[in-house]
C-alpha cells in the first residue's frame, strides 16, 4: 500500500469506524449504506485535514470510493 | 480542535452511557457544528452518551416549534440572517434593492416574533443555548459597506431586542459576540462556495468556535469560588512596609490606576459572593492601616481571613482553605512574585496561580477578564451575598468546636438557630441544584445533574424535594442543605442529600432527619449512599449513628436515630401539613 493509500484509510477508519480493515479500500458510496451525502461532505473534510489540502467542491459528486478519492488526490493535487 | 480529533471524540463516548440528547437547531446544513457540538459535550460529560439531533433545513423556526422533544437535556439554536429573510442570505435571489428594504425588516421583525415566542415555549427543564448571527450581512442596503445604514440598525435593534428578551428566560444564555469575535476572526468565518454547494456557510474553523461555545452554555465550567490575593504590588503599587500605608497607591494620576482595577473586581466579585483573602508577607500592624484608608475600593470587611505575617505563603494559603473549607482547586491565588506563586502552586497543585501584571497593560486587560470568566456565573442569589458573613461564623464556631471538642450545648441552645424546610417550591429553584452540583464535602454520593436530569419525575407525588434554610442570631446562612428523595410505603429513599460546609457543627443534619422522620411519619429512611474521596464529613455522620463508617448504601430505622442523635435546639418551619400515611 502506497503512502496515500495508507492516509486515505487512516481517513476512512475515522469517518467509518465499524468499517472493516479489509472492506476500506474497495469502500464506495454505492454499495456502502453510512456512506451519504452528508458522510461525503465529511469525509472531504477529514481528508483536507489529513493531507493539508482544500478539495474543490466542484468534484464532490466524483468523489464516491476509495478508489476515486486516491486518484483524484494523485491526480488533481499531486500527491504520491 | 480538527473535525478528525472531533469525530475521533465522538466515536469514543460510552455506548451505554446515559444519553444525553440535545437538539441543534440551525437553518443552514448543520453537519460541522452538530460535530463539533457533539465532541465539545462529549468532552465536558465524557460519561454520557452524546447525541445531537437536527432540525429542518432552511426552517430554523419549524425545528424550534415542534422538534425539540421534551427528554431534550439541551437546545442549541443557532441564527444566522437568512433565517430572518431569505434575502438576507446568498442562495435566493428575492432582492436587495432599496424597494426590498421595508419589506425585508417587516418580514425580519416577524421572523424574530416568531421566534421568540417559540423559545419561550420550551420547558424549562431543557435548556436554551442560542447564538446570535457571527457572518456579515450581505451587501443587501443601498450604503457602501463602511455606513451602517438606517436600515440596517433598524434590523439590529430589532435583533438586540430580541436576544434581551431571550436573555432574561431562566433557562437560556446567549454566546457573547465579544469573546466570539475575539477567537473566530470575522473575516475568514464565510465560505460562499460551500454555502452554494453544500449549504454550510461556516469555515470549518468558525463551525468550531460556535459549537464549542454554544457547548460551554450547555454544560458550563464550575466556576471558582474564593480568590486569594498579596497586597504589595498587587492589591496595590508600592511596598507597604517601606514607603508606609498612606504612600501606597492604586489611582489614574499616579498612574497606578491598574491596581485600582483589580481592587474594583475584587470588590465586584465579592458582592457576587465569591470569597476573597489576603496572603501578604508583611508586618499585620501596617497592613491594618493601609486596609483602613478611605479611599480602598475593596474595604477590609469584605476580604477573609486575612494572613499577614512572615511565613510561608503555602502555610497562609491552607489556613485560607480551612477557614473557607473548600478545597484548592476552587481557588485562584494571585501574586506579583513568581516564586511565591510557584511555592504556592507546589503545595497546592490544584490550585490556579496566577501572576499579577503590574507592569504588562496588555496582559492586565486579558487578566481582568480571565478573573471574570474564572468567577462567572448565570445568575447571583441572595445566598451570595451572606456568604462571607457565614464563613466567619462558621469558622468562629469550629475555633470553639477545635478548642472545647464541640461546641458548648448552652452555647448551641443560645444561638436562636432556626431552621426552614422548604418542601413546595424547592424542585425549581435554581439554588438548589447549583448546591446540590458543588457540594463535595457534605454529599451523600458525588453524584451532579444536569437542569433536565433533576426536573425530571419531580411531578411524582411519591417523589420529594426540600430545601432547608438557616438562620441564628448571627444573621442567615441563607439554603443550605437539600434532600431529595421519594416516599415508599413508610420508607423514604433519599437519592441526594448535601450540605454546605458552611453549616457544619450546628446538628443541621439531624434536625433535617428527624423533621423527615416525623412529616413522614416514616419509620426507616434508607440513603443512597456512595463513598467518594471527599465526602468524608457524610461518612462520619453515618458512623456516629452506626459505630462504623458505611460503604455502600445505609438504612437508617427511626428508633436508632431517635436514640443516638444529639439534643436539638433548633426552630422548625416547614411549608406543609404533616402527611399522614
Same mark, same amino acid.
Given at each position: 500500500m502506497d503512502e496515500i493509500n495508507r492516509r486515505l484509510s487512516n481517513c476512512f477508519r475515522i469517518v467509518f469506524p465499524d468499517l472493516p480493515e479489509s472492506d476500506i479500500g474497495a469502500a464506495k458510496q454505492s454499495t456502502l449504506r453510512e456512506w451519504d451525502s452528508v458522510t461525503t461532505i465529511a469525509l472531504v473534510n477529514v481528508v483536507e485535514e489529513e493531507f493539508g489540502i482544500q478539495l474543490d467542491l466542484d468534484y464532490l459528486g466524483e468523489l464516491d470510493s476509495f478508489e476515486a478519492i486516491a486518484e483524484h488526490l494523485k491526480t488533481a493535487h499531486s500527491l504520491s | 480542535m480538527k473535525l478528525t480529533d472531533a469525530i475521533k471524540i465522538m466515536n469514543q463516548g460510552p455506548a451505554d452511557g446515559i444519553p444525553f440528547p440535545v437538539t441543534l437547531a440551525c437553518g443552514f446544513s448543520p453537519l460541522h457544528v452538530q460535530t463539533f457540538l457533539a465532541a465539545q459535550l462529549q468532552k465536558t460529560l465524557p460519561e454520557r452518551k452524546i447525541r445531537v439531533q437536527t432540525g429542518l433545513y432552511g426552517n430554523l423556526a419549524g425545528t424550534i416549534e415542534g422538534m425539540i422533544p421534551p427528554e431534550s437535556q439541551a437546545a442549541a439554536i443557532v441564527l444566522e440572517w437568512p433565517d430572518l429573510d431569505p434575502r438576507l442570505g446568498y442562495r435566493q435571489t428575492g432582492g436587495w434593492g432599496p424597494s426590498d428594504l421595508a419589506d425585508i425588516l417587516v418580514h425580519s421583525e416577524r421572523m424574530l416574533q416568531r421566534l421568540e415566542a417559540a423559545i419561550q415555549r420550551i420547558p424549562s427543564s431543557i435548556k436554551v443555548a442560542l447564538c446570535l448571527p457571527t457572518l456579515a450581512l450581505p451587501p443587501v442596503f443601498f450604503t457602501p459597506g463602511w455606513q451602517a445604514s438606517e436600515a440596517e440598525m433598524r434590523l439590529c435593534r430589532g435583533l438586540l431586542v430580541f436576544a434581551a428578551n431571550i436573555a432574561s428566560l431562566p433557562n437560556a444564555a446567549i454566546v457573547s459576540r465579544q469573546q466570539l469575535d475575539e477567537v473566530s476572526d470575522p473575516a475568514t468565518r464565510f465560505d460562499l462556495k460551500s454555502e452554494l454547494f453544500i449549504g454550510i456557510p461556516y469555515t470549518l474553523s468558525h463551525s468550531y468556535q460556535v459549537a464549542a461555545a454554544l457547548g460551554r452554555l450547555i454544560q458550563p465550567f464550575a466556576p471558582k469560588k474564593g480568590l486569594i490575593t498579596d497586597l504589595d504590588d498587587t492589591l496595590w503599587k508600592g511596598i507597604v512596609g517601606e514607603i508606609g500605608p498612606d504612600r501606597v497607591a492604586w489611582d489614574l494620576d499616579s498612574h497606578n490606576q491598574i491596581h485600582g482595577l483589580y481592587q474594583q473586581i475584587l470588590r465586584a466579585l465579592a458582592e457576587?459572593?465569591? %470569597?476573597?483573602?489576603?496572603?501578604?508577607?508583611?508586618?499585620?500592624?501596617?497592613?491594618?492601616?493601609? &486596609?483602613?484608608?478611605?479611599?480602598?475600593?475593596?474595604?477590609?470587611?469584605?476580604?477573609?481571613?486575612?494572613?499577614?505575617?512572615?511565613?510561608?505563603?503555602?502555610?497562609?494559603?491552607?489556613?485560607? %482553605?480551612?477557614?473557607?473549607?473548600?478545597?484548592?482547586?476552587?481557588?485562584? +491565588?494571585?501574586?506579583? *512574585?513568581?516564586? /511565591? &506563586?510557584? /511555592?504556592?502552586?507546589?503545595?497546592?497543585?490544584?490550585?490556579?496561580?496566577?501572576?499579577?501584571?503590574?507592569?504588562?497593560?496588555?496582559?492586565?486587560?486579558?487578566? %481582568?477578564?480571565?478573573?471574570?470568566?474564572? +468567577?462567572?456565573? *448565570?445568575?447571583?442569589?441572595?445566598?451570595?451575598?451572606?456568604?462571607?458573613?457565614?464563613?466567619?461564623?462558621?469558622?468562629?464556631?469550629?475555633?470553639?468546636?477545635?478548642?472545647?471538642?464541640?461546641?458548648?450545648?448552652?452555647?448551641?441552645?443560645?444561638?436562636k438557630a432556626r431552621i426552614t424546610l422548604d418542601f413546595q417550591g424547592a424542585g425549581a429553584d435554581p439554588r438548589v441544584l447549583e448546591l446540590v452540583n458543588k457540594t463535595n464535602q457534605f454529599n451523600l454520593n458525588g453524584r451532579r445533574y444536569t437542569e433536565s436530569d433533576w426536573s425530571r419525575n419531580l411531578d411524582d407525588p411519591n417523589n420529594f424535594v426540600v430545601s432547608v434554610a438557616y438562620d441564628d442570631k448571627f444573621g442567615p446562612l441563607g439554603k443550605i442543605a437539600v434532600l431529595r428523595g421519594k416516599r415508599i410505603d413508610r420508607v423514604l429513599h433519599i437519592a441526594a442529600w448535601v450540605m454546605s460546609c458552611r453549616a457544619f457543627?450546628?446538628?443541621?443534619?439531624?434536625?433535617? &432527619?428527624?423533621?423527615? +422522620?416525623?412529616? +413522614?411519619?416514616?419509620?426507616?429512611?434508607?440513603?443512597?449512599?456512595?463513598?467518594?474521596?471527599?465526602?468524608?464529613?457524610?461518612?462520619?455522620?453515618?458512623?456516629?449513628?452506626?459505630? /462504623?463508617?458505611p460503604v455502600t448504601a445505609v438504612r437508617l430505622d427511626r428508633k436508632t436515630f431517635d436514640s443516638r442523635r444529639p439534643a436539638l435546639h433548633h426552630t422548625v418551619t416547614t411549608n406543609l401539613e404533616p402527611i399522614a400515611i
Amino acid at each position: 500500500m502506497d503512502e496515500i493509500n495508507r492516509r486515505l484509510s487512516n481517513c476512512f477508519r475515522i469517518v467509518f469506524p465499524d468499517l472493516p480493515e479489509s472492506d476500506i479500500g474497495a469502500a464506495k458510496q454505492s454499495t456502502l449504506r453510512e456512506w451519504d451525502s452528508v458522510t461525503t461532505i465529511a469525509l472531504v473534510n477529514v481528508v483536507e485535514e489529513e493531507f493539508g489540502i482544500q478539495l474543490d467542491l466542484d468534484y464532490l459528486g466524483e468523489l464516491d470510493s476509495f478508489e476515486a478519492i486516491a486518484e483524484h488526490l494523485k491526480t488533481a493535487h499531486s500527491l504520491s | 480542535m480538527k473535525l478528525t480529533d472531533a469525530i475521533k471524540i465522538m466515536n469514543q463516548g460510552p455506548a451505554d452511557g446515559i444519553p444525553f440528547p440535545v437538539t441543534l437547531a440551525c437553518g443552514f446544513s448543520p453537519l460541522h457544528v452538530q460535530t463539533f457540538l457533539a465532541a465539545q459535550l462529549q468532552k465536558t460529560l465524557p460519561e454520557r452518551k452524546i447525541r445531537v439531533q437536527t432540525g429542518l433545513y432552511g426552517n430554523l423556526a419549524g425545528t424550534i416549534e415542534g422538534m425539540i422533544p421534551p427528554e431534550s437535556q439541551a437546545a442549541a439554536i443557532v441564527l444566522e440572517w437568512p433565517d430572518l429573510d431569505p434575502r438576507l442570505g446568498y442562495r435566493q435571489t428575492g432582492g436587495w434593492g432599496p424597494s426590498d428594504l421595508a419589506d425585508i425588516l417587516v418580514h425580519s421583525e416577524r421572523m424574530l416574533q416568531r421566534l421568540e415566542a417559540a423559545i419561550q415555549r420550551i420547558p424549562s427543564s431543557i435548556k436554551v443555548a442560542l447564538c446570535l448571527p457571527t457572518l456579515a450581512l450581505p451587501p443587501v442596503f443601498f450604503t457602501p459597506g463602511w455606513q451602517a445604514s438606517e436600515a440596517e440598525m433598524r434590523l439590529c435593534r430589532g435583533l438586540l431586542v430580541f436576544a434581551a428578551n431571550i436573555a432574561s428566560l431562566p433557562n437560556a444564555a446567549i454566546v457573547s459576540r465579544q469573546q466570539l469575535d475575539e477567537v473566530s476572526d470575522p473575516a475568514t468565518r464565510f465560505d460562499l462556495k460551500s454555502e452554494l454547494f453544500i449549504g454550510i456557510p461556516y469555515t470549518l474553523s468558525h463551525s468550531y468556535q460556535v459549537a464549542a461555545a454554544l457547548g460551554r452554555l450547555i454544560q458550563p465550567f464550575a466556576p471558582k469560588k474564593g480568590l486569594i490575593t498579596d497586597l504589595d504590588d498587587t492589591l496595590w503599587k508600592g511596598i507597604v512596609g517601606e514607603i508606609g500605608p498612606d504612600r501606597v497607591a492604586w489611582d489614574l494620576d499616579s498612574h497606578n490606576q491598574i491596581h485600582g482595577l483589580y481592587q474594583q473586581i475584587l470588590r465586584a466579585l465579592a458582592e457576587q459572593g465569591v %470569597l476573597v483573602a489576603i496572603a501578604s508577607k508583611n508586618d499585620p500592624g501596617v497592613v491594618a492601616k493601609a &486596609l483602613e484608608r478611605q479611599d480602598i475600593l475593596i474595604s477590609s470587611d469584605k476580604m477573609f481571613p486575612v494572613e499577614v505575617h512572615w511565613n510561608a505563603k503555602s502555610g497562609s494559603v491552607e489556613r485560607i %482553605l480551612s477557614a473557607w473549607n473548600i478545597g484548592a482547586d476552587s481557588v485562584v +491565588f494571585v501574586d506579583d *512574585s513568581p516564586m /511565591e &506563586l510557584a /511555592e504556592v502552586k507546589a503545595t497546592h497543585p490544584g490550585m490556579e496561580c496566577l501572576l499579577f501584571p503590574k507592569s504588562d497593560y496588555a496582559t492586565a486587560a486579558k487578566f %481582568l477578564r480571565q478573573l471574570r470568566d474564572l +468567577f462567572g456565573k *448565570s445568575k447571583v442569589t441572595a445566598e451570595d451575598a451572606i456568604r462571607l458573613d457565614s464563613i466567619r461564623q462558621s469558622a468562629a464556631l469550629q475555633q470553639m468546636v477545635e478548642e472545647g471538642g464541640s461546641p458548648p450545648e448552652a452555647f448551641l441552645a443560645e444561638m436562636k438557630a432556626r431552621i426552614t424546610l422548604d418542601f413546595q417550591g424547592a424542585g425549581a429553584d435554581p439554588r438548589v441544584l447549583e448546591l446540590v452540583n458543588k457540594t463535595n464535602q457534605f454529599n451523600l454520593n458525588g453524584r451532579r445533574y444536569t437542569e433536565s436530569d433533576w426536573s425530571r419525575n419531580l411531578d411524582d407525588p411519591n417523589n420529594f424535594v426540600v430545601s432547608v434554610a438557616y438562620d441564628d442570631k448571627f444573621g442567615p446562612l441563607g439554603k443550605i442543605a437539600v434532600l431529595r428523595g421519594k416516599r415508599i410505603d413508610r420508607v423514604l429513599h433519599i437519592a441526594a442529600w448535601v450540605m454546605s460546609c458552611r453549616a457544619f457543627a450546628r446538628r443541621i443534619e439531624f434536625q433535617c &432527619l428527624r423533621v423527615l +422522620f416525623e412529616h +413522614f411519619d416514616a419509620e426507616a429512611i434508607s440513603f443512597d449512599f456512595i463513598p467518594t474521596p471527599k465526602n468524608g464529613p457524610v461518612q462520619e455522620f453515618f458512623a456516629g449513628l452506626s459505630d /462504623e463508617k458505611p460503604v455502600t448504601a445505609v438504612r437508617l430505622d427511626r428508633k436508632t436515630f431517635d436514640s443516638r442523635r444529639p439534643a436539638l435546639h433548633h426552630t422548625v418551619t416547614t411549608n406543609l401539613e404533616p402527611i399522614a400515611i
